[in-house]
T-cell receptor
Framework: QQQVKQSPQSLIVQKGGISIINCAYE??????FPWYQQFPGKGPALLIA?????SEKKEGRFTISFNKSAKQFSLHIMDSQPGDSATYFC??????????FGTGTSLTVIP | EAGVAQSPRYKIIEKRQSVAFWCNPISGHATLYWYQQILGQGPKLLIQ????????DSQLPKDRFSAERLKGVDSTLKIQPAKLEDSAVYLC?????????????FGPGTRLTVT
């Protein structure tokens, strides 16, 4: 059973555009929702994370929107750049235990 | 600050053979995770240690996989015997795990190919 569902599987965006990746979960015990960025041959790196007591968190060009009632959260990358081309994973955790990852989104930003 | 170290980076073995992976977490990080990442999928948690105790190993195939964390620092993950479906990247991560701080730092992974 997939604890965290992620879409789309792949995404192509023009440079300067907005990239949007969505995730959904079922377990209401989850209380930590991070997004990771992974380049080929590297381990995932934390990009930004949110807790369910806020609806939005912004760090630079990256924003997480969180909808607790719908059990959904999304990553928005503003002004997307070719260097943002990577695979992005959402995840969910209960107090730092039992991290469940989405299936990943391959983002390609076209110059 | 040195990152999470893993070795080897690559390993090719035949099915039914044994293999071991090593992880050295960031100094002072109490929590250590082992993940399996199959090509095209997200990481799947295999086992989580808090110091040298196991917090969660519910997704570890215990008939063939084993892991230990020596003195609450380094950790090894072993597969014995390996199957074709074990071909994957094995990622190690560590975190401070203070209350409210769950940021995981991942190592580069070990790519295992079972032939």
């Amino acid at each position: 059973q997939q604890q965290v569902k992620q879409s789309p599987q792949s995404l192509i965006v023009q440079k300067g555009g907005i990239s949007i990746i969505n995730c959904a979960y079922e377990n209401t015990a989850f209380d930590y929702f991070p997004w990771y960025q992974q380049f080929p041959g590297k381990g995932p790196a934390l990009l930004i994370a949110i807790r369910p007591d806020v609806s939005e968190k912004k760090e630079g060009r990256f924003t997480i929107s969180f909808n607790k009632s719908a059990k959904q959260f999304s990553l928005h990358i503003m002004d997307s750049q070719p260097g943002d081309s990577a695979t992005y994973f959402c995840a969910a955790s209960t107090t730092g235990n039992q991290f469940y990852f989405g299936t990943g989104t391959s983002l390609t930003v076209i110059p | 600050e040195a990152g999470v170290a893993q070795s080897p980076r690559y390993k090719i073995i035949e099915k039914r053979q044994s293999v071991a992976f090593w992880c050295n977490p960031i100094s002072g990080h109490a929590t250590l995770y082992w993940y399996q990442q199959i090509l095209g999928q997200g990481p799947k948690l295999l086992i989580q240690f808090q110091n040298n105790g196991v917090v969660d190993d519910s997704q570890l195939p215990k008939d063939r996989f084993s892991a230990e964390r020596l003195k609450g620092v380094d950790s090894t993950l072993k597969i014995q015997p390996a199957k074709l479906e074990d071909s994957a990247v094995y990622l190690c991560a560590s975190s401070l795990f203070h209350t409210g701080i769950y940021e995981q730092y991942f190592g580069p992974g070990t790519r295992l190919t079972v032939t």
